[in-house]
């Protein structure tokens, strides 16, 4: 029997699917105190960021939004029904596993379209919640950096490259790191523009080759063509710049056919600290 490849459109449905039954799991278990709200408010997050990234890159902008919009709404649910439902002999919050996928998606989604979130419940400290060294750690350290504009630790960040190439995990996406904390802090200003974002380009494109356990949210293998690479959305975003690019969050005028750089009309200039 052959394997079975999902479509874009088969990759759609699943998410869809998926978040409209958590959302009405959500709301049930939420009626009855039910801390099983929190996983289904979580997976709502997900799905509902997955659902915006594909359309996205479909070119479907109103749709991408909503879907974004509601991943927000499902972040927000997800922290409030953890503040209510889960809490320790002392009376502590306890932010469970889900809380990793939530915060990612949730706090890029919201950055992304300018909405507030609940924050005063979130853990303090997201480094705390991540072991340094593995994915999380990485897109936690750069995700907290762009919404709070928090200064990355360099010795830190360092260290966890070294813990990443000890385990010997992938190098094109240390690759991929290194490029946006290098971004992210100004380090690559001094480039010429069109060459940078052509680095950035070669890194997308060489996620094709990941084709052992493809991850969708990253575009790897037959994904890649499907989604965008939202961690640079986020970073161009925060850093300032604007203009058109198909990994770039845009308003009116989106156009899913822009693959280069000569749609800038702000180079980025608000970069963040490294201490």
């Avoid at 490029?179 to 380090?187: D, V």
């Avoid at 070669?202 to 084709?211: G, M, P, Q, T, V």
């Avoid at 604007?242 to 770039?248: D, I, M, P, T, V």
């Amino acid at each position: 029997m052959s394997e079975w490849i999902p479509t874009f459109e088969d990759l759609l449905e699943i998410s869809v699917t998926r978040a409209v039954r958590n959302e009405e799991k959500y709301a049930r278990f939420l009626s009855q105190d039910n801390p099983q709200c929190i996983f289904n408010a979580a997976v709502c997050t997900e799905e509902h960021f997955t659902a915006g990234l594909l359309y996205w890159r479909w070119g479907k902008r109103q749709d991408a939004f909503n879907h974004l919009n509601s991943c927000v709404k499902g972040y927000n649910q997800f922290i409030e029904a953890t503040n209510l439902l889960s809490k320790d002999e002392n009376g502590a919050v306890q932010f469970g596993d889900g809380f990793l996928k939530a915060y990612k998606f949730g706090e890029t989604a919201a950055a992304l379209l300018e909405k507030p979130v609940v924050t005063e419940v979130l853990p303090n400290g997201y480094e705390t919640h991540g072991e340094m060294g593995v994915m999380p750690w990485f897109d936690g350290t750069l995700i907290e950096a762009c919404v709070t504009g928090k200064a990355i630790d360099s010795a830190s960040f360092e260290q966890a490259c070294e813990t990443w190439t000890r385990r010997k995990y992938p190098k094109t996406v240390l690759e991929a790191y290194r490029f946006y904390f290098e971004f992210l802090t100004g380090k690559l200003s001094d480039l010429p523009f069109d060459e940078v974002m052509g680095r950035h380009e070669a890194i997308y494109e060489s996620r094709k080759k990941f084709n052992k356990l493809p991850d969708l949210m990253l575009g790897e293998g037959k994904h890649n063509p499907f989604v965008v690479d939202w961690l640079f959305a986020l970073i161009l975003k925060s850093t300032g710049w604007e203009g058109r690019y198909l990994h770039a969050w845009i308003g009116d005028g989106f156009d899913p056919d822009v693959l280069d750089a000569s749609g800038t009309t702000t180079l980025p200039h608000k970069f963040v600290a490294v201490s």
